[in-house]
């Protein structure tokens, strides 16, 4: 059996990132063959994964990539057990290399496109095994999607400073060139719908099972009411509901003299030409 000298050891776990003993024990059991002290190493990934794998992730982080062109951006989590291990060195270099394989994945949507991404030369169900090597907890992508712009617009975008919240919003512009100030109001939009959380962007958005429940509530609150007023109370108390959720309508956190839709409205005016919300996505941990 060769040796297994310290200078073996750290070799192996520079190339691994595992503790001194885990590498010190494969190396054994591997009689010092590194390539197959590394392969002992992953399949310890995998088995905590698959012994783990009926443990609740809900904790994490949400991570954000744009283009260099600014022409796509995506947003995905990377779930684990604790907030402790989200805070992990290992963890947070693992959701950084996430990041990278948001823009190179085959497919626009869904965590497992992002699962046989290669980045830097390696799949990056690999860089999630060796993670759950290193962390003992079970890791997982829980979302991601992509948005590409196909003719004029901006996509914003803002990640909250606890890294477990995150939005994407994807605008369409009349003019191929977008203003600073409208590519402000993007992220000041996307950052809108991370307080505010809306559910839909305007009233044709929203599922009409949502709208048909709100309706029966609403009429159940004023069936004793005289009936030539019923409908119009119900309407009235749709209209809120519209007010309240539909993005466009909602009061701008920014400037709450002003909705939404009227913010976007007055930046894309400024810039010479009209904008409007195309569509948005949110993406929460815990």
Known sequence: MAEITAG????LRKMSGQGMMDCKKALQETGGDMDEAMALLRKKGLATLEKRA????SEGRVVCRRSDDGKAAALATLCCETDFVSKNDDFVATADILAQCTLLADADEGAGALMETVYDGRKFSEYLTDAVSKTGEK??????????????GVIGSYVHFNN???????IATSA????????QVATDIAMHITAINPAGVDRDSIDPAVIARERAIAAEQVKNKPANIIDKIIEGKLGKFFKENCLVDQPFVKDDTKTVGQALAEAAKAAG???KIKRFVRMEIG
Request: hydrophobic share 40%; charged share 20%.
């Open 8 to 11: 073996l050891v750290m070799k």
């Open 54 to 57: 009926g443990r609740a992730t």
């Open 139 to 152: 890791t997982e992508v829980g979302d991601f999607v992509r948005y590409k712009l196909n003719g004029s």
């Open 164 to 170: 477990k919240l995150g939005v994407m919003v994807q």
């Open 176 to 183: 191929d060139e977008v203003s600073c100030a409208l590519a």
């Open 273 to 275: 030409g009209q904008a």
